[in-house]
């Protein structure tokens, strides 16, 4: 087995939950930086982390990191990689790339040079100047900051957040690993009620469910690195057949309730393909109506946020109300991600803490209040 600098990308914000899983995961962080968390492993580990990881995005191994002020600098430094002994004859080479702060900002010449690298490394064992590229792909990333290149091959293929349970979605899907997130910041565990007032099609009481009978999120797909010839078979056989002896029976009950009939039968149908539909409890129900005799809970939900034009009276509305009915539970603790930045106002609390994150683009605060203790 080899070693290798393994990258972990994160949602802004969300890093220091990456770091958290992967020491939980036994290994010993190398870096945490915007957006990414590093660290050391053999092919085993980049299965491990696919299958295992909830919050991070992509699982990418670091091949090169060199300065590179001109085109010169860029293709000499990615020339100097083994690119022959990683990418087979037939491999697809796929190159992309992104600027931030430095003298090469032109992205687009950027991958041409580095394609034109790769191909000259190529060259040097096979023998020919064309490449048929019909192969496993190989996605290359040169990301220059400040005038430091560093190459990357992404492992993943289609982002970590597509766990292939969901089938339906509702109007505004929060991703799977932003989800996990905002359960894992919570501290959230299955000895105490969970309830998401707002659960749109599912992916936050799912996320939760999965967390709490240990389901590996990436256990029923695929990734792009089972094609290379660098991680055998046995590896990703093993990784697996771990993942599915770890798993734990449900003795807990996660609430989902939504005013929306249709995407709640979406809910119920991805929580039974994420094997966790024995544990969430749907149901039809305005949050004006959100009760609980529990003594102690948790609400983690993702509310409207009134993005259109028209929908901000109506969104401002819902949160008097979700404060009328939540600040009535006093000894519970509620965990809100709103795009709103007037929400403290309406709700009519402010929050402990709140924590600036990203639902794809749109800037969002995590707006968390912490229950009285008794």
Known sequence: MSKYTIIATSTFGLESVVAYELK???????????GKVSFEGDEKDIARCNVWLRVADRVLIEVARFKATDFEELFQGTLQVRWEDIVPLKGKMHITGKSIKSKLFSVKDCQAIV?????EAMKRKYRTSRFEESGPVYKIEVALLKDIATLTIDTTGAGLHKRGYREGTGEAPLRETLAAGLVML??????????DPFCGSGTIPIEAAMIGKNIAPGLKRTFVSEEWHQIPKQAWDEVRSDASALGKDSDFRILASDVDSYVLKKARANAQNAGVADCIAFQKLPVSEFRSGKKHGYVICNPPYGERVGDEKEVESIYRVMGEAFLRLDSWSFFILTAHTGFERFFGKKADNNRKLYNGDIKCYYYQYRGRKS
């Open 115 to 119: 394609k034109k690298a790769v191909v």
């Open 24 to 34: 939980l995961l036994g290994y010993s962080v190398l870096a945490t930086e915007n």
């Open 186 to 195: 919570s501290r959230w565990n299955p000895s105490v009620v969970l309830a």
